[in-house]
Nanobody, 125 residues
């Protein structure tokens, strides 16, 4: 079993930055892809970013490309999401996810069996 806990959410003004962290425990994340998803009120959960085990492959949603950066520290079993130039439409609960997914499908929430509890990000205009 893998337990995931997110940190770093909060309230920020438009144009500001936040850094989310997600720490994993229970087992090593060797060969696990890690992803970030978000869900705004009244909307479906959507993909934000994913990173492969080695960090050599990364996906971003078009809506965050150039503003968000995903990274991971395997020694710390932690994945990060640096969010810059935040917009009000980035407001959502952000979730991290992990699994040994087929990398080609890593943008799909259905590929992940382990999820954190979520952290709220609110961007004011």
């Amino acid at each position: 079993q893998v337990q995931l806990v997110e940190f770093g959410g909060g309230l920020v003004q438009a144009g500001g930055s936040l850094r989310l962290s997600c720490a994993a425990s229970g087992r090593t994340l060797r060969a696990y892809a890690l992803g970030w998803f978000r869900q705004a009120p009244g909307k479906e959960r959507e993909f934000v970013a994913a990173i492969s085990w080695t960090g050599g492959a990364i996906y971003y949603a078009d809506s965050v490309k150039g503003r968000f950066t995903i990274s991971r520290d395997n020694a710390k079993n932690t994945v990060y999401l640096q969010m810059n130039s935040l917009k009000p439409e980035d407001t959502a609960v952000y979730y991290c996810a992990a699994d040994r997914t087929n990398w080609a499908s890593a943008r799909s929430s259905g590929e992940y069996g382990y999820w954190g509890q979520g952290t709220q990000v609110t961007v004011s205009s």
